[in-house]
T-cell receptor, first 110, second 115 residues
Framework: RKEVEQDPGPFNVPEGATVAFNCTYSNSASQSFFWYRQDCRKEPKLLMSVYSSGNEDGRFTAQLNRASQYISLLIRDSKLSDSATYLCVVNPGNNRKLIWGLGTSLAVNP | EPEVTQTPSHQVTQMGQEVILRCVPISNHLYFYWYRQILGQKVEFLVSFYNNEISEKSEIFDDQFSVERPDGSNFTLKIRSTKLEDSAMYFC?????????????FGEGSRLTVL
């Protein structure tokens, strides 16, 4: 099983739709989790940290399910500007390097 | 808003040449990183740097690579003898945390093309 796995997509959704991505991780001892956004040929940008209790930031909601070892990102009322690749990042702890997923591509269409 | 800056934005070099990529991390940040991304592929960790020394490096970061923080502000990545497969976007990142968390701020990247 890969350390971090994401469905690469692409997810094609109309404006206003709700879309959700999952990311599974293999190391049950992983400490913290993050969603980054990357536009084409640009740098990754931190979108959200994922807390145990789940967290929400406007139209974006992140959840962690430790029992099933996955995190999710829900985008409500999607905008054209949400079109990007969403990268799942896992911190395995003990000051070891972060583990990056390949990313899920989202295209929001008019 | 403070940001990580990288130079050059694009460098074209001949195979076997040395390349130095420069980064100025956010000024009060403590952890520094180099990542690379080959077009269409995943973000790959190269090296992390904390307290003036390498804290971790990947298998990609072989003897051809080195990092330096020569003057307290710049953070450089040197590739001694470039290969074709070194062609990629190189991202510098920094973090304000004292431990290695996942909250990184990235520069816009330096695109390296090796011919």
């Amino acid at each position: 099983r890969k350390e971090v796995e994401q469905d690469p997509g692409p997810f094609n959704v109309p404006e206003g739709a709700t879309v959700a991505f999952n990311c599974t991780y293999s190391n049950s001892a992983s400490q913290s989790f993050f969603w980054y956004r990357q536009d084409c040929r640009k740098e990754p940008k931190l979108l959200m940290s994922v807390y145990s209790s789940g967290n929400e930031d406007g139209r974006f909601t992140a959840q962690l399910n430790r029992a099933s070892q996955y995190i999710s990102l829900l985008i409500r009322d999607s905008k054209l500007s949400d079109s990007a690749t969403y990268l799942c990042v896992v911190n395995p702890g003990n000051n070891r390097k972060l583990i990056w997923g390949l990313g899920t591509s989202l295209a929001v269409n008019p | 808003e403070p940001e990580v800056t990288q130079t050059p934005s694009h460098q074209v070099t001949q195979m076997g040449q040395e390349v130095i990529l420069r980064c100025v991390p956010i000024s009060n940040h403590l952890y520094f990183y180099w990542y690379r991304q080959i077009l269409g592929q995943k973000v790959e960790f190269l090296v992390s740097f904390y307290n003036n020394e390498i804290s971790e490096k990947s298998e990609i970061f072989d003897d051809q690579f080195s990092v330096e923080r020569p003057d307290g502000s710049n953070f450089t990545l040197k590739i001694r003898s470039t290969k074709l497969e070194d062609s990629a976007m190189y991202f510098c990142a920094s973090s304000a945390r004292t431990t290695n968390t996942g909250e990184l701020f990235f520069g816009e990247g330096s695109r390296l093309t090796v011919l």
